[in-house]
Every structure is written in C-alpha cells, then in structure tokens.
C-alpha cells in the first residue's frame, strides 16, 4: 500500500506563486521518479516536471524558467514551486511516483488524487 498526498493548491492571481507538497507513505523501499503532471479542462494530462532520485530534472518547455521541482528523498516528498503563474497554467495537478520497488519487489506505478491550482487573470 502506497498513498500520495498532495496540498498546495488553490486560487492566485497572474503573476503569484504557489508550492505545492507530495508525501508518499505507506509500504515501498524506495521511489526511482516523482513528478508533477497537470490536466486542464478538456485537455490530456500533461508532465509539468520530473525528477530522479539523483536529482536530474526535466520540464515542460511552457513552465521552463518559471518552475521548480525538488525533492527530499529521507522525507519521501516531492514539492513544486511555481513562479510568475499564468492563467493557462490553470489544471489539476497531479503527484506521480514512477518506478516504486514495492516489499514485494515490483516496480509500480502511483498517483496522487490531484490538488487544483486556478490562476486568474
């Protein structure tokens, strides 16, 4: 059993900023990859941001320069700072852990119920 809690989210103005937080607990050995992916109304899910366990990250070209993913691999949370928000950054975002070795050694995949960020103009 796994479970990724995510908070952070809610209503800011163009130009605000915003952190959000993604706990994992539950039964696992380690996470190789957490990410943050987003979903607006009517468009796919999307990856915002990425990071290994060594700290090598990637991003949406549409975030570059304006976000920031971290993690703190003994808490086992990843978190998303996000700067200078838009109003098309508007989505639920979700927390996503890739690659968890399971206590029956598997590796799965989870996600977070998603935290909702609205950005207005």
């Known amino acids: 059993q796994v479970q990724l809690d995510e908070s952070g989210g809610g209503l800011v103005q163009a130009g605000g900023s915003l952190r959000l937080s993604c706990v994992a607990s539950g039964s696992f050995l380690s996470i190789d990859d957490m990410g943050w992916y987003r979903q607006a109304p009517g468009k796919q899910r999307e990856l915002v941001a990425e990071i290994t366990s060594g700290g090598m ?65």
Not at 83 to 98: F, G, H, I, Q, R
């Open 57 to 121: 990250t990637n991003y949406a070209d549409s975030v570059k320069g304006r976000f920031t993913i971290s993690r703190d691999n003994a808490k086992n949370t990843v978190y998303l700072q996000m700067n200078s928000l838009k109003p098309e950054d508007t989505a639920v975002y979700y927390c996503n852990a890739d690659r968890v070795l399971t206590r029956t050694y598997r590796y799965l995949d989870f996600w977070g119920q998603g935290t909702l960020v609205t950005v207005s103009s």
